[in-house]
Nanobody, 124 residues
Framework: QVQLEELGGGLVQAGGSLRLSCAVSGRTLSSYALAWFRQAPGKEREFVAGISWSASLTPYADAVKGRFTISRDNSKNTVYLQMNYLKPEDTAVYYC?????????????????WGQGTQVTVSS
């Protein structure tokens, strides 16, 4: 069993910053990839950013490229998402996801493990 727990959501004004973290516990996943997805009301869940085990692969959605940065600390089994220059359209529930493979796909169906999500609200 693998558990993921997101922390760090909240309310912020446009132009502000937030840092999300996601701690992975339970069964150890060797060479696992981690990713952040988000889902706004009435919309499908979408890929935000991902990171491979060695951090050699860090794909981003075009909508967040240059504003968000994903990183991971394997010694702490934790992945982070630093979000800068936030916009109202970034408002969503943000989910952490994991898969037991080094590739970092953008399709949510490729991820077996999910956190419960954390709300990020950006006011204009």
């Amino acid at each position: 069993q693998v558990q993921l727990e997101e922390l760090g959501g909240g309310l912020v004004q446009a132009g502000g910053s937030l840092r999300l973290s996601c701690a992975v516990s339970g069964r150890t996943l060797s060479s696992y990839a981690l990713a952040w997805f988000r889902q706004a009301p009435g919309k499908e869940r979408e890929f935000v950013a991902g990171i491979s085990w060695s951090a050699s692969l860090t794909p981003y959605a075009d909508a967040v490229k240059g504003r968000f940065t994903i990183s991971r600390d394997n010694s702490k089994n934790t992945v982070y998402l630093q979000m800068n220059y936030l916009k109202p359209e970034d408002t969503a529930v943000y989910y952490c996801a994991a898969r037991s493979h080094w590739l970092v796909p953008r399709n949510p169906s490729d991820y077996a493990y999910w956190g419960q999500g954390t709300q990020v609200t950006v006011s204009s």
